[in-house]
């Protein structure tokens, strides 16, 4: 059982929307796989009025972060390994196909704030926590995406990103796991500056399936795990 949530807390003056905040929390790992999502204590925990929560519930389950079971609720997405087997497919095939357009579409200013994200995620590998990693990492992929040029593209692939993360434990713990992210960010930069099409689409699948790897490995039983 998850340790309890509280309420995200902006310094905008303007309200954070629950669905927002629970999504939040959802893709920081503040939920455990299979959890269940009780409407009372949401609307206690969020402050959030009844209709907000179920139509917040409701939006969620279309996007696969939660699951509805009739008669029953709602709880956290708890995806089976074939599950994430077939996740991690579709989204080599849209991210490898992505990187190819954002070669050829990226302006000279685009590449150049891309090179911030990637020296920032490198700072914030050594001094950050890892909830400022998680929120650069993301950051920092929706930007790679959006310099394909296609919004629709762009946001089935971050909607896909976020499906896979909710019941995902461990990913961010290992130094080496995060070091080599950092190294194939770095290696995104370089094949996308020199343009090559070939290079930065070979670089795209081998950061989709170490992570995949990786992911792997920390949902699996303890005796199961590589060493």
Same mark, same amino acid.
């Given at each position: 059982?998850?340790?309890?949530?509280?309420?995200?807390?902006?310094?905008?003056?303007?309200?954070?929307?629950?669905?927002?905040?629970?999504?939040?929390?959802?893709?920081?790992?503040?939920?455990?796989?299979?959890?269940?999502?009780?409407?009372?204590?949401?609307?206690?925990?969020?402050?959030?009025?009844?209709?907000?929560?179920?139509?917040?519930?409701?939006?969620?389950?279309?996007?696969?972060?939660?699951?509805?079971?009739?008669?029953?609720?709602?709880?956290?997405?708890?995806?089976?390994?074939?599950?994430?087997?077939q996740?991690?497919?579709?989204?080599?095939?849209?991210?490898?196909?992505?990187?190819?357009?954002?070669?050829?579409? /990226?302006?000279? =200013?685009?590449?150049?704030?891309? @090179? +911030?994200?990637? &020296?920032?995620f #490198?700072?914030?590998?050594?001094? %950050?926590?890892?909830?400022r990693?998680?929120?650069?990492?993301?950051?920092?992929?929706?930007?790679?995406?959006?310099?394909?040029?296609?919004?629709?593209?762009?946001?089935?692939?971050?909607?896909l990103?976020?499906?896979?993360?909710?019941?995902r434990?461990?990913?961010?713990?290992?130094?080496? /796991?995060?070091? =080599?992210?950092?190294?194939?960010? @770095? +290696?995104?930069? &370089?094949?996308? #500056?020199?343009?090559?099409?070939? %290079?930065?689409?070979?670089?795209?699948?081998?950061?989709?399936?170490?992570?995949?790897?990786?992911t792997?490995?920390s949902?699996?039983?303890?005796?199961?795990r590589?060493?």
């Open positions: 059982m998850a340790s309890p949530v509280r309420p995200v807390v902006s310094s905008d003056p303007k309200p954070v929307r629950f669905v927002d905040a629970l999504t939040a929390d959802l893709l920081a790992d503040r939920y455990s796989a299979g959890e269940w999502l009780k409407q009372a204590d949401l609307e206690s925990q969020y402050k959030a009025n009844r209709f907000e929560v179920r139509i917040g519930l409701a939006e969620l389950a279309v996007r696969g972060l939660i699951e509805h079971l009739p008669n029953r609720g709602y709880r956290v997405a708890d995806y089976s390994h074939e599950d994430r087997e996740l991690y497919e579709v989204r080599t095939l849209l991210e490898v196909a992505a990187s190819r357009l954002v070669v050829q579409r /990226a302006t000279t =200013a685009q590449i150049a704030r891309f @090179r +911030e994200l990637v &020296e920032t #490198e700072q914030c590998s050594e001094v %950050g926590g890892q909830d990693l998680r929120e650069i990492n993301f950051a920092l992929h929706d930007f790679f995406y959006g310099m394909a040029g296609n919004p629709l593209l762009a946001a089935q692939i971050n909607e990103r976020q499906r896979g993360i909710p019941g434990r461990g990913v961010w713990d290992a130094i080496k /796991a995060v070091k =080599a992210s950092n190294d194939d960010h @770095r +290696e995104m930069l &370089e094949m996308l #500056e020199r343009r090559d099409v070939d %290079g930065l689409a070979a670089v795209v699948y081998r950061h989709l399936n170490r992570w995949r790897k990786q792997k490995s949902n699996a039983p303890a005796s199961e590589a060493t």
